[in-house]
């Protein structure tokens, strides 16, 4: 095949470090553009990107030029910086270590973006770490509980 061709839509999910509900009313929105527009200058379209208080969700299409290793790093450390410039009530405000990718079929694209869309009405019922296991879950990803969660 002459040309390279991929479609890979990938769910990332990231928390703040150690869960902290840093993520307040008064800058989602704009973290949630800030951050599609990293992944838009790396090539990586977003699709939705969302959250609560203590976590992020993004849905893009992963980059044929790009790890999924590298935007993970990008996304984290450009908007980690960010986040510390918005004034003194973020100026400790961290990502964790870690992140969840989770391949997308691209027929539940929509229900991907309903899930991210209605994070607050989710979370009202389920917290970060049981949403958590419950996507390792459907993906059949082991893991081990002493290391997921810093």
């Known amino acids: 095949m002459p040309q390279s061709l991929s479609s890979v839509y990938v769910h990332i999910v990231f928390s703040t470090k150690y869960r902290e509900l840093s993520i307040g009313d008064d800058i989602k929105e704009e973290l949630y553009a800030y951050l599609g527009g990293i992944c838009k200058q790396l090539d990586c379209n977003p699709i939705q990107v969302g959250g609560y208080y203590d976590h992020i969700h993004i849905l893009c299409m992963l980059s044929k030029?790009?790890?999924?290793?590298?935007?993970?790093?990008?996304?984290?450390?450009?908007?980690?910086k960010w986040m510390k410039?918005?004034?003194?009530?973020?100026?400790?405000?961290?990502?964790q270590d870690g992140y969840g990718a989770f391949s997308?079929?691209?027929?539940?694209?929509?229900?991907?973006?309903?899930?991210?869309?209605?994070?607050?009405?989710?979370?009202?019922?389920?917290?970060?770490?049981?949403?958590?296991?419950?996507?390792?879950?459907?993906?059949?990803?082991?893991?081990?509980?002493?290391?997921?969660w810093d």
């Not at 030029?65 to 980690?80: I, N, P, T, W």
């Not at 410039?85 to 990502?95: I, K, L, S, V």
């Not at 869309?117 to 893991?143: L, M, V």
Request: charged share 20%.
């Open 104 to 148: 997308v079929n691209p027929a539940q694209v929509d229900a991907v973006v309903r899930y991210i869309r209605n994070q607050y009405q989710h979370h009202s019922q389920t917290s970060f770490q049981e949403e958590c296991r419950g996507i390792y879950q459907k993906y059949n990803i082991p893991y081990d509980e002493r290391y997921v």
């Open 65 to 80: 030029k790009m790890a999924l290793m590298k935007l993970l790093e990008e996304v984290k450390k450009s908007s980690s």
């Open 85 to 95: 410039a918005q004034g003194t009530a973020y100026q400790n405000f961290y990502w």
